[in-house]
């Protein structure tokens, strides 16, 4: 069997869990676990939080998947229904479904539904990617107000720039969530995971954790470990290579690095196809026998390279961590330019996963 696996550690995801319900304990949470549980498995991880209020996922596919394991919580389909005969579908799963759009709010008033909706009118509160403009929400909260269609009328809306605390923009856009408070709603929810660790301002009814119910800080400034949050996937492997190779030789795709000094090169089958970034630059940190190693050499779709010179004892079948309990995503991600929301999600399918309760 090919040496790489990621392991979960569900039970880091439930500290994670209760560290977002600690953040605001009269809220209710959703839990996010679109896009497969950021690369956790949706089924392993909804099954672990039985605990939860509700989940998010993002389009009908995963809701189906979702309230199959859980057939009483709130499950918040985020992106609403891209067709208009989905809302009978929505309906028959008893969805909390966002209506983001004048499209979506005419299809939902056009359905013939077994049962009324749970409604999230988007506002565009300045990120301006979904939602409506003030003056436009409020003329579909007092066109949906009462409609058959509708069971309860909430409020959402999505931070641009939480996880840069000081950004003036986040008390921009709390200021336009703000100006409806006069407008009746049975819920409100603002806060993601930036703002339910630094904007308790913006925790309202419901908060929505998504990168740190994994264990990633969704701050630049700020580890995971110094927020209270326990890593969940663990990426390892073990090395399947190992060669000298003199100096003035080149390693991997484009001969882009060269060796300065003769240089023991290991072998790991890990790469891109498997969701390890491709812009890793030489230097990213690898873990082999619990100690640091550069990476080296372009990253192949399979492989990569890393520099074990300064660690003789390293052999083939010698343990590797591509980030995880002892490496942390986020300080991968750092050193490829990229963020740890990214690397977790992309873990790709092909990467057995082993859950650990």
Not at 172 to 194: G, H, K, Y
Not at 231 to 251: F, H, K, N
Not at 276 to 304: E, I, K, N
Request: glycine share 8%; charged share 20%; with cysteine.
């Amino acid at each position: 069997m090919r040496p790489l696996v990621a392991t979960i550690d569900l039970s880091a995801i439930r500290h994670n869990y209760a560290q977002a319900r600690a953040c605001a304990p009269q809220r209710q949470v959703f839990a996010v676990v679109k896009a497969n549980a950021y690369g956790h498995g949706a089924r392993e991880v909804v099954s672990a939080l039985p605990e939860a209020d509700g989940f998010i996922v993002a389009c009908l596919e995963e809701a189906g998947e979702v309230r199959g394991l859980h057939g009483k919580a709130r499950l918040l389909l985020l992106q609403g229904c891209f067709e208009a005969a989905e809302y009978r579908m929505a309906a028959q799963l008893a969805l909390d479904v966002v209506v983001q759009s004048a499209e979506q709010a005419e299809a939902l008033l056009g359905a013939t539904l077994a049962q009324p909706l749970n409604v999230w009118l988007k506002l565009d509160s300045g990120m301006h990617r979904l939602g409506f403009a003030e003056s436009e929400l409020r003329a579909w909260h007092a066109r949906l107000s009462g409609a058959e269609q509708v069971a309860e009328l909430n409020l959402l809306s999505h931070f641009a720039c939480a996880d840069q605390p000081e950004h003036p923009l986040n008390a921009a856009q709390l200021a336009v969530f703000r100006s409806l408070d006069d407008l009746p709603f049975a819920s409100r929810s603002l806060a993601n995971s930036a703002a339910i660790l630094s904007r308790p301002e913006a925790h309202l009814d419901w908060l929505r954790p998504g990168i740190m119910l994994y264990g990633a800080s969704p701050f630049a400034d700020r580890s995971a470990a110094e927020l209270g949050l326990k890593p969940a996937m663990t990426l390892s492997g073990a090395l399947i290579a190992v060669r000298e190779v003199p100096a003035g030789d080149s390693v991997g795709y484009g001969a882009s690095w060269v060796a300065e000094r003769p240089t023991r090169i290991g072998t790991i089958s890990c790469g891109y196809a498997d969701g390890y970034p491709r812009s890793a630059p030489a230097g990213t940190p690898v873990l082999v026998c619990g100690q640091r190693v550069p990476l080296v050499g372009r990253v192949s779709m399979d492989l990569l390279t890393v520099d074990l010179s300064a660690l003789p004892e390293a052999q083939v079948g010698s343990p590797v961590e591509l980030w995880g309990a002892q490496l942390p995503v986020d300080e991968v991600a750092a050193a490829c330019g990229t963020i740890g929301y990214e690397l977790l999600s992309k873990v790709a399918a092909r990467v057995p996963r082993r859950h650990r309760y």
